[in-house]
């Protein structure tokens, strides 16, 4: 007998169950042989929120929470930080290798080459009230993008799935930028291909009467820098989102809709706008032990901390904070950036966020950053999008790829009524039992 195996015993039946046990997991599937009797469906894992339950077998993202290790593709996210560019990083997240010279020059030709929008987007983007959140119109527009790209649909024909991860990446900073200008009532401006990829995306944000835009170097490499460290997170909620929707075969324009909404939460890529408005209503370092006293009496809770992977200093916070230093010593240090770091210092000497093993995450320092550089608040959860499509795309390649994988579709555990008779409107009490939950 192998020792790579679980033995169950049913204490129901008295039955004994060996599972075979591989990589660290037992398959939810093989649970299902535990029955009372023959008619009973068998035994099922209940598990809301995903917190114990692997959706997949991926090669792209490494993370370990309790060390605070994140890699891409087995190269620690420091290095990359500190070496490559989020294209080179987009690269090797869908290639699964860093490119060679001529790879890189034809990846970001292709990249480059796709930055244009039909200009009927413009049209729905007019459409929107002049105060619409730049993030609504981010989801909106990547759905209104799959009805102008019909050969999406056609996500087993290698050559077309490429183009439409080519398309996506070099569109989401155009329909960004574009979002934006149109929140403030300005012109669009067009996508300049002369620069970087970071640098174009500056152009369309802030570009006005010049006639070229030239990127401050400083800020690009910063840009630059958060946009590696947003491009991957292994199977978070947004993630989940991607590959869930485009488990039904559906075209990843509305895949990667659906993603960016669950992006958009303010548990998700939607909390380094809520720090953002945190700091501000905190206001001074002397209000920060109130704010904490309150967060620890359940009425909110911090923004920013806690991870529910890490459970340790999360790597990119910490690259951030590096990040920062240089982004202020051109923009002037931004007083937020005291209240920040003093609540950060209050919480992880406090008992209440050092039992639940609460640290700063990607979001605690990334807004103060994007605001130094100028970007609106609203803008932040939208700077997060962008490069997260580079791991969205990957990870929904990787799941065409899997043979293991099938349309997504978890089970319940029922606790409703059963089989009623139905009640004419004349006999109806009008009482409802726990209608919304
Ligand atoms: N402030 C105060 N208490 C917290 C916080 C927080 N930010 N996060 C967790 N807790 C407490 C929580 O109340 C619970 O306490 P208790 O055991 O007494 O009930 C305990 O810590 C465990 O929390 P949980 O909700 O079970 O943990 P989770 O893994 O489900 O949630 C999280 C993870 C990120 C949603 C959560 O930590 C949170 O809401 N953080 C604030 C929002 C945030 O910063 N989100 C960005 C995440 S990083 C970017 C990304 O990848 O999306």
Redesign the pocket.
């Known amino acids: 007998m192998s020792n790579n195996t679980l033995t169950i015993t049913d204490n129901r039946t008295g039955k004994q169950y060996e599972l075979p046990i591989e990589n660290e997991t037992i398959k939810a599937l093989d649970l299902r042989q535990i029955k009372v009797s023959n008619d009973d469906f068998g035994l099922m894992t209940y598990d809301p929120?995903f917190?114990n339950t692997a959706s997949c077998k991926s090669r792209i993202t490494f993370i370990d929470g309790d060390k605070g290790i994140l890699e891409y593709r087995g190269f620690p996210i420091d290095q990359l930080a500190e070496k490559s560019s989020y294209l080179e990083v987009s690269y090797l997240l869908l290639h699964g290798e860093l490119p060679t010279e001529s790879q890189l020059k034809d990846w970001t030709w292709n990249i480059t080459h796709h930055t244009f929008i039909n200009e009927s987007i413009k049209q729905v983007m007019d459409g929107f009230h002049y105060n619409a959140h730049p993030m609504g119109m981010f989801i909106s527009m990547l759905g209104a993008l799959s009805t102008f790209y019909p050969d999406a649909k056609d996500i087993f024909n290698e050559e077309a799935r490429w183009k439409q991860i080519y398309r996506l990446i070099a569109k989401a900073p155009t329909i960004a930028a574009f979002a934006y200008r149109h929140r403030i009532g300005m012109q669009y401006a067009y996508p300049d291909n002369d620069l970087s990829y970071e640098g174009n995306f500056l152009n369309m944000m802030f570009k006005t009467t010049e006639l070229k835009y030239k990127p401050d170097p400083v800020i690009e490499r910063a840009l630059n820098v958060l946009f590696i460290l947003h491009a991957d997170?292994e199977q978070?909620?947004?993630t989940n989102a991607m590959r869930s929707i485009a488990s039904a075969q559906t075209d990843p324009f509305s895949s990667m809709a659906g993603a960016a909404a669950a992006?958009y939460g303010?548990?998700?890529?939607?909390?380094?706008e809520?720090?953002l408005r945190m700091l501000s209503e905190i206001g001074s370092v002397n209000k920060v032990p109130d704010y904490i006293k309150r967060?620890?009496a359940?009425e909110?809770?911090?923004?920013?901390?806690?991870?529910?992977?890490?459970k340790n200093y999360?790597p990119r916070a910490r690259i951030i904070k590096q990040v920062a230093d240089e982004v202020f010593e051109v923009t002037g240090k931004d007083p937020m950036l005291d209240v920040a770091l003093e609540l950060e210092r209050i919480a992880l000497e406090d008992e209440?966020?050092v039992k639940?093993k609460?640290y700063p995450?990607?979001?605690?320092y990334s807004g103060i950053i994007y605001k130094a550089l100028c970007f609106p608040v609203d803008m932040f959860p939208v700077l997060?999008a962008i490069p997260r499509t580079a791991g969205w795309l990957a990870q929904w390649a990787e799941m065409l790829g899997d043979a293991d994988q099938k349309i997504a579709r978890p089970r319940q555990v029922y606790l409703g009524q059963r089989t009623r008779e139905y009640v004419p409107m004349a006999e109806r009490n009008g009482k409802t039992e726990g209608a919304i939950a």
């Not at 303010?266 to 380094?272: F, T």
């Open positions: 929120a917190m997170h978070n909620c947004g992006l303010p548990l998700h890529g939607g909390a380094n809520m720090v967060v620890k359940g909110f809770r911090l923004m920013g901390f806690g991870h529910r992977v890490y999360d209440y966020f639940r609460l995450n990607v979001d605690f997060f």
